[in-house]
């Protein structure tokens, strides 16, 4: 099955299916509700003047059934990127038969192909089918670091303590 799988980086016009997988994967981690995404915010941050991330799908008889987004981040230490894959999803009935481990093959070769130190992603620590698939390619888990997000109030209040004039923007 392997070999009938092609990636494909997606199209301005497949907005509304790098939606509709972004909602798949929702449902499965439960966390559907959670999603507000637009297919305009969407187009804006894969399309528009400054592109902050990149999707690619796994394709079988031209049909997607898997999706990846990812982004590149920096290693201070290594002085060179490193890209972070935010979201992996593989259509229920496609899973098993090779399609997670292509997307990732194919990330892993844009990586090297752009000189990055490293490949990085997180995953739901009950997501055991995710993370012994992950082990099995050689990934290791960096349990001594933590993840720490702000996000609505919290965001805005910090955000809000820096004037204006202050943030040097290019």
Avoid: K
């Avoid at 187009?43 to 590149?72: I, K, N, Q, T, W």
């Avoid at 292509?102 to 990055?116: H, N, T, V």
């Amino acid at each position: 099955m392997n070999t009938d799988i092609i990636i494909r980086p997606a199209r301005e016009t497949d907005i509304p299916r790098v939606l509709g997988f972004i909602r798949e994967l929702a449902r499965y981690e439960r966390l559907e509700h959670e999603v507000i995404a637009t297919e305009d915010d969407l187009r804006e941050a894969l399309f528009g003047a400054r592109r902050y991330a990149e999707v690619a799908f796994a394709c079988v008889d031209s049909e997607p059934v898997g999706f990846m987004l990812y982004f590149h981040n920096f290693s201070t230490f290594r002085g060179r990127p490193g890209i972070y894959l935010e979201d992996l999803f593989v259509l229920p009935q496609m899973r098993g038969r090779g399609v997670g481990r292509r997307l990732l093959e194919w990330l892993a070769g844009i990586a090297l192909e752009r000189r990055c130190a490293r490949l990085e992603w997180a995953v739901l620590d009950w997501n055991a089918p995710s993370i012994a698939f992950y082990e099995s390619l050689g990934a290791v888990p960096l349990d001594e670091w933590r993840t720490f997000r702000l996000t609505g109030a919290a965001l805005e209040r910090l955000g809000r303590q820096s004037r204006p004039d202050s943030r040097g923007r290019p």
